[in-house]
């Protein structure tokens, strides 16, 4: 079992950057792909970013391609959501979470979540 920790959230003006983190302790974290995904008030929880375990692999939701970059590091435990030009939109609760499966983009597909971080864009 792996539990997880999402730091970073809060509020920004649209235009401005966020870096989120995810912690994560237990099992090896590098057996794991990662992901995030963000909800916001009203809707379902979407797919955002997704990376392989040993980070070669990522993709990206097209609502957030070319803003946003996913990256980790296994040997500090933790992965990183860098966010750029940031839009209202974005407004979202962000959780990250992981997969003893490839590289999924599905949430049914994720084994393991954190509690989230709220990420709020101001126009």
């Known amino acids: 079992q792996v539990q997880l920790v999402e730091r970073g959230g809060g509020l920004v003006q649209a235009g401005g950057s966020l870096r989120l983190s995810c912690a994560a302790s237990?099992?090896?974290?590098?057996?794991?792909?990662m992901g995030w995904f963000r909800q916001a008030p009203g809707k379902e929880r979407e797919f955002v970013t997704a990376?392989?375990?040993?980070?070669?692999?990522?993709y990206y939701a097209d609502s957030v391609k070319g803003r946003f970059t996913i990256s980790r590091d296994n040997a500090k435990n933790t992965m990183y959501l860098q966010m750029n030009s940031l839009k209202p939109e974005d407004t979202a609760i962000y959780y990250c979470?992981?997969?003893?499966?490839?590289?999924?983009?599905?949430?049914?597909?994720?084994?393991?979540w954190g509690q989230g971080t709220q990420v709020t864009v101001s126009s």
């Open positions: 979470a992981a997969s003893v499966g490839a590289v999924p983009r599905t949430r049914s597909q994720y084994d393991y």
């Open positions: 237990g099992r090896t974290f590098s057996t794991y792909a």
């Open positions: 990376i392989s375990r040993s980070g070669g692999i990522t």
